[in-house]
């Protein structure tokens, strides 16, 4: 990100006392009824002004019990690209009806990462994404079309920046992991829900065990997303980000129409904390427009979060993976080299890099402990180089095979996540 856009943004959010210079007046807030009573916004550092219309946001992508075609945010509207997956074959939306909600869990879904500011309604974190809608059920147990959801929108992100809200999950499922893999490498940056646990009960170990998160969350280079505070959820460093999911304001939908309801503890949870996740990711993504990878919105998220500490320690702590969704810490972290998703996560699927004859090779690519923690390269025409000098925050070692080099890449002890590039010398 350019510093003049971090500046423009920060200046909208704080007043800087004894500054040179005027400072933009803040935007007006939303005169949409509900967003009064929207303090969970401010929780995650959200305010009208990140919220720029101008901006190409990531489209957000929702696998879910679809949206109430009654919503005073989405009435009558036909969404291009949407499909009713509940009979396992997609059907294209033709008309509001084909993805109408019924359940109401996609609708909230929805209304909390992208309402848009239109004067009706609530307002959502990302309010001028377009969205897209793949309705695989009305029962909320019923997983069984789930798959077909997710591969509605492999070929949505093959053509622009998207953003894939999976608020739902099972203990296992090899159908919905493949299917999960093939959106990854298609280019989205899937956001799921970790899933509900009651808290009270469980031994320290089972709260801290990366079994108990829930699939499609607990896949490779998922965001996995709790609720704020522990008090639904299982925690521990294996979840990514946790954001607001209880205590909130929400759009609810019966036999009689729409309205407006405020949940408290015990109700909502991961779904609804993934929807807010799934708003900032396109929120963010709009100020990089030049982003293509989407492990590249997924660091400044998680770098950006602010981290829970631990008083009695004297230290941060892992209890909530990276830490809290913080939108103006994720903006303010500089995008790392933007290189193509790689699955390159063991020696068998080692990603070729291919060096020129003579001259430098560049190597740049992302890990992290809990979700991408390994990385593999094949250089080509180059054996193992040395000296090495990979960046501090990461680890490297090299082994020959044939006149190739393989490079295994991993993080430095005490790191949690890395960006790096580094250079090898073609021989």
């Not at 093939?182 to 065990?209: E, F, I, Q, W």
């Not at 704020?228 to 909130?248: C, F, S, W």
């Not at 890990?367 to 490297?396: E, G, K, Q």
Request: proline residues 8%; charged residues 15%.
């Amino acid at each position: 990100m350019r510093r003049a856009s971090i500046a423009a943004v920060l200046a909208l959010l704080v007043a800087a006392a004894g500054a040179s210079g005027s400072v933009p007046a803040p935007l007006p807030d939303p005169t949409d009824p509900e967003y009064a009573a929207e303090s969970w916004l401010s929780r995650i550092g959200w305010s009208p002004g990140l919220a720029d219309e101008s901006r190409a946001y990531a489209t957000i992508g929702i696998a879910d019990s679809g949206v109430a075609a009654a919503s005073p945010d989405f009435a009558g509207l036909v969404w291009p690209d949407s499909a009713d997956c509940q009979s396992g074959r997609a059907v294209a939306a033709s008309t509001p009806s084909v993805v109408d909600d019924t359940l109401g869990h996609g609708t909230v879904v929805a209304s909390l990462a992208a309402a848009p500011i239109n004067g009706v309604g609530m307002v959502g974190v990302s309010p001028w994404a377009d969205l897209v809608f793949a309705r695989f059920t009305s029962d909320a147990l019923d997983l069984s079309n789930a798959s077909c959801a997710i591969d509605w929108l492999v070929p949505i992100a093959r053509n622009g920046p998207l953003v894939a809200n999976l608020s739902f999950g099972a203990s296992s499922s090899v159908v919905i992991s493949r299917s999960t893999a093939t959106l990854v490498r298609a280019g989205a940056l899937v956001v799921a829900a970790v899933g509900n646990r009651p808290a009270a009960g469980l031994g320290a170990s089972h709260r801290s065990g990366s079994g108990a998160i829930l699939v499609p969350a607990r896949d490779l280079h998922t965001l996995a997303v709790g609720d704020v505070g522990g008090r639904i959820e299982l925690r521990g460093p294996q979840l990514d980000l946790v954001a607001p999911g209880t205590d909130m304001r929400i759009p609810t939908v019966s036999a009689g129409g729409t309205g407006f309801t405020t949940i408290s503890y015990p109700q909502g949870g991961t779904s609804y904390a993934a929807a807010v996740v799934s708003g900032a990711a396109s929120l963010v993504w709009g100020y990089e427009p030049q982003v293509t990878n989407p492990q590249v919105v997924a660091y400044q998220l998680r770098l950006g979060a602010r981290r829970a500490f631990a008083p009695a320690l004297g230290r941060w702590t892992a209890i909530d993976g990276f830490g809290t969704l913080w939108i103006p810490g994720a903006l303010a972290i500089a995008p790392p080299p933007d290189t193509e998703f790689e699955p390159n996560d063991s020696a068998a699927t080692a990603s070729p890099a291919t060096c020129p004859r003579r001259g430098p090779c560049r190597v740049s690519g992302i890990i992290v402990a809990t979700d991408d923690p390994l990385d593999y390269w094949v250089v080509r025409r180059v054996r193992c180089p040395s000296p090495l000098r990979p960046p501090a925050a990461v680890r490297i070692s090299c082994t020959r095979v044939g006149s190739s080099a393989r490079l295994r890449v991993s993080l430095a002890p005490g790191k949690a996540i890395a960006a790096y590039t580094f250079t090898v010398q073609a021989r």
